[in-house]
């Protein structure tokens, strides 16, 4: 897994949850950069920014909360898509939750922005099954 090298955003309110999957994803050893936003404003906000030549993030992986203050998961995948594409860049979506609503599943899965709905926590093998599905090839 040590051949890829990711750029990964956390979305997730939740400082616990933020910290065990940045030691997940550390532990894998596929990330060159992992940040953290605890909201969706803080993400379109990252997203958007840009360094000095003028350069956007674009994460490759977006991991994403559901239920979350000032901006939620839903409210973000709306800005989202609205984003110039040089501030998205090509990234996969994963919506990763402890909602068991079936609305919230239904909604991801008719969202052309989320790739996969997955249950928390992030696992090891949830991350290889996800490199493996959407970004083996990078």
């Not at 990711?6 to 910290?19: C, G, H, M, P, S």
């Not at 906000?45 to 490759?60: I, K």
């Not at 008719?110 to 290889?128: E, G, V």
Request: aromatic residues 8%.
């Amino acid at each position: 897994m040590s051949n890829i090298e990711l750029k990964v955003l956390l979305i997730d309110d939740d400082r616990a949850t933020n910290l065990y999957n940045k030691y997940t994803l550390d532990k894998m050893g596929c990330c060159k950069q992992i940040n953290i936003a605890e909201n969706g404003q803080e993400a379109i906000d990252y997203l958007t920014s840009a360094d000095a030549d003028g350069n956007h993030p674009q994460p490759d992986l977006i991991f994403l909360d559901v239920n979350m203050p000032v901006m939620d998961g839903w409210e973000f995948l709306e800005v989202y898509e609205t984003l110039p594409d040089e501030q998205k860049g090509e990234n996969i979506v994963i919506m990763l939750t402890t909602s068991v609503n079936q609305d919230d599943f239904q909604k991801a899965e008719s969202d052309p922005h989320i790739s996969q709905f997955r249950s928390k926590p992030l696992t090891p093998n949830m991350l290889r099954e996800i490199i493996d599905e959407y970004l083996a090839s990078r």
